[in-house]
């Protein structure tokens, strides 16, 4: 582990970093898109594997690179096909990633985070507290080791960045991440297959908005009134839901594209006529559809799911006022796969939160 102090993460580079430092070591550009191609296209992470490189610029590379994968600790498969990974990363600290099959499409969804600093009422993540922000190489890391375990190397998928952590919180990384993966060199993820997830973190909102590379924006909204939402997603206190869904008006949606706003229904909180009408309101001018989730119950959550004929009634009230609206079907619940419930346990982590929701949820930090 100490050499890692003094030896670059070759899986952090893009294709202009890795160019400049074969340039700076005194060999050719080219060698930098081998590199590449590698590792992000074909998976491989064993310099000695490489055989379009030579043996000294190998012998090179290793003295001054290493090339960090997460490593897969377990792998768990619900009943309905969803696959759940817990990782370890170089440093202990431990997250995880869900692979969600024929959604339509197969998807990735992928942790921006160790733990989450956003603290939203219904989610097990939150209560982890933030213990770190991940890097763009072991965000990018996830999938190829997602792509490994499932032998999907030549198949298509979808990424969602709705795991652990507020994708916004840790813009720069996310964004290079997506960069990585979209590279023509690598596995070439269009970013209309990738859709980011956001409680609403304005500054980087708007950032987001000017972006060349602009994955699809889903915003987590959860609630119809400013008091609501500030109980339930407490960075509306600071980043109010007027001023989020203003953002959402100026936000550049592509011809043929809306935004998701996604809305976790909570039984006798959220889940009224009245707070259907007003979401149709407050929706008015935006182009946007509406994605419904219907709470996953856990234990250390104080809310519960509303009944199938609450969530139907709210989502024909929504549809009969014009808005694009659907039903997500939780998946991997007996896995604690499904949205809100990935948080993970480890001794290394000791964020209050995530010591108290592991006492309320019956397990051992």
Not at 41 to 46: E, L, N, P, Q, V
Not at 79 to 90: H, N, P, Q, V
Not at 116 to 137: E, P, V, W
Request: charged share 25%; net charge positive; glycine share 8%.
């Amino acid at each position: 582990m100490m050499l890692t102090e003094y030896r670059h993460d070759l899986s952090e580079m893009d294709l202009a970093e890795l160019e400049q430092a074969l340039e700076s070591m005194g060999h050719a550009r080219f060698h930098g898109r081998q590199l590449f191609q590698w590792v992000h296209k074909r998976g491989i992470t064993d310099l000695g594997e490489m055989t379009d490189l030579g043996r000294d610029l190998r012998g090179s590379l290793a003295a001054q690179f290493r090339i960090a994968t997460p490593a897969l600790l377990r792998k768990e498969t619900s009943a309905d096909g969803t696959t759940k990974l817990l990782l370890r990363l170089e440093d202990g600290q431990l997250i995880e990633s869900v692979f969600i099959p024929d959604t339509p499409a197969n998807t990735f969804c992928l942790s921006t985070q160790v733990g989450c600093a956003m603290k939203c009422g219904f989610c097990l993540t939150g209560k982890m507290g933030i213990i770190r922000n991940l890097t763009a190489g072991e965000i990018a890391g996830q999938v190829r080791v997602l792509v490994r375990e499932l032998h999907m190397l030549q198949s298509r998928f979808n990424i969602v960045l709705m795991g652990m952590g507020e994708p916004l919180h840790n813009y720069d990384a996310v964004m290079k991440a997506l960069r990585i993966l979209a590279d023509e060199h690598g596995l070439a993820v269009n970013p209309r297959r990738v859709t980011l997830s956001t409680v609403g973190v304005l500054p980087a909102l708007e950032r987001l908005a000017t972006e060349p590379l602009m994955p699809n924006l889903a915003i987590s909204l959860h609630a119809t009134t400013e008091d609501m939402r500030d109980q339930l997603v407490p960075i509306n206190r600071k980043y109010g839901l007027k001023e989020l869904l203003d953002a959402c008006r100026r936000f550049p949606v592509k011809r043929r594209e809306r935004i998701t706003f996604e809305y976790v229904m909570l039984k006798d909180v959220n889940d009224t006529p009245e707070d259907a009408r007003r979401l149709v309101r407050l929706l008015h001018g935006i182009r946007g559809k509406v994605n419904l989730l219907p709470l996953n119950e856990a234990a250390g959550i104080p809310f519960e799911r509303p009944s199938d004929a609450a969530v139907n009634r709210f989502a024909k009230l929504l549809s009969e006022r014009g808005l694009t609206v659907s039903v997500r079907k939780s998946r991997g619940r007996d896995i604690r796969a499904a949205c809100g419930q990935l948080i993970t346990e480890s001794s290394r982590t000791s964020a209050p939160g995530r010591r108290l929701a592991m006492a309320m949820s019956g397990t051992s930090a």
